[in-house]
C-alpha cells in the first residue's frame, strides 16, 4: 500500500468576476511510498501550494480523493505537518518554546514536552540557541525551528512548501544538505515544492512535474543518484541530464500555455 494516494483532484476557486471560477488543479493523481522523498515543480500559479494545502485538509477539493495509509484525508491533523516559506513563530516564544508548540496543542505534559522538544531542537544543529528567540537568528536557523516544530509531532508526512525560498543561494544549498542529514536518521515520508530545479533533483528520490494553470502531473522522474549525497552530486553529468530533461519539460508548458508571449 503506498503511503500516500492522491486521485482524480480537482479545485477549482470561485470567481464572480468570469461567472466559471479559476480552475487551479485538474485530475491529478500520484502515490508517495512510505519515508519517500518527494519533490515538485511547475510554473508558477500550477497550484503546486494549493496541492499541499489540499492535502493538509486546510482546503477541500471538488472531486477527487486524498489518503494517508488507506485512511481518507478529510480534516487537518497531526499526521501531516506543514512547513512554510515564511517560518510561521511566535516571535514571544523562545526557540525550545516554539518547538513545544505542537506538542502543548497535543495536550502532552510540560516534563515530557520538553524532552521532546529538546532531542529536535539537538536534531537540527540548535541545542546551544534553545533559549534564543526568533529575532536573535538568522533565516537558516529560523528556518531549522521550523523544521524541528514539524517532526516534533511525529507525522505521518511532512509537507515543505518551498521552506527554503526566502533564503540566499549559498544558505539554501547548505539547508538542502541539512534536511537530508535530518531526513536520513528517521526517513519520514517528505513532499517538497519547490521552484529550484537543481534542489528539487538534488533533495528527490522522485521528481513530480507539474503543468502550467489548471496544474496536472506532466510526468513522475525518478532520481537514482547514490545517498547520501554531498553538493559536489550537483556537478555530475547526470545530474545534468536530470536538469535538462527537467528544464526542457518546464519551458514546454510555459511555452504551451501563453504566458511566455504575455511576459514578452
Known sequence: MSHLVVENL???????????????????????GDGEFVTIVGPSGCGKSTLLMLIAAL???????????????????????LVFQDFALLPWRTVLKNVELGLELKGMGA???HEVARKYVSMVGLRAFE??????LSGGMRQRVGIARALSVAPEILLMDEPFG??????RQVMGSELLRIWERDRKT????????????????????MSASPGRVVREIKIPLPRPRGLDIRNSPEFAAFRHEIWTLLEEQVRSSGSWEQSE
Do not use: M, W
Not at 526566502?166 to 544558505?171: G, H, K, R, S, Y
Not at 517528505?190 to 528520490?205: G, P, S
Open 10 to 32: 480537482r479545485l477549482a476557486y470561485p470567481n464572480a468576476a468570469d461567472h466559471g471560477g479559476f480552475l487551479a488543479l485538474e485530475d491529478v493523481n500520484f502515490q508517495i
Open 59 to 81: 482546503l477541500k477539493p471538488n472531486t477527487g480523493s486524498i489518503s494517508l495509509n488507506g485512511t481518507p484525508v478529510a480534516t487537518p491533523g497531526p499526521d501531516r505537518a
Open 111 to 113: 516534563e515530557e514536552r
Open 131 to 136: 533559549n534564543h528567540y526568533p529575532h536573535q
Open 166 to 171: 526566502a533564503l540566499d543561494a549559498q544558505i
Open 190 to 209: 517528505i513532499l517538497f515544492v519547490t521552484h529550484d530545479i537543481d534542489e528539487a533533483i538534488y533533495l528527490a528520490d522522485r521528481v513530480i512535474v
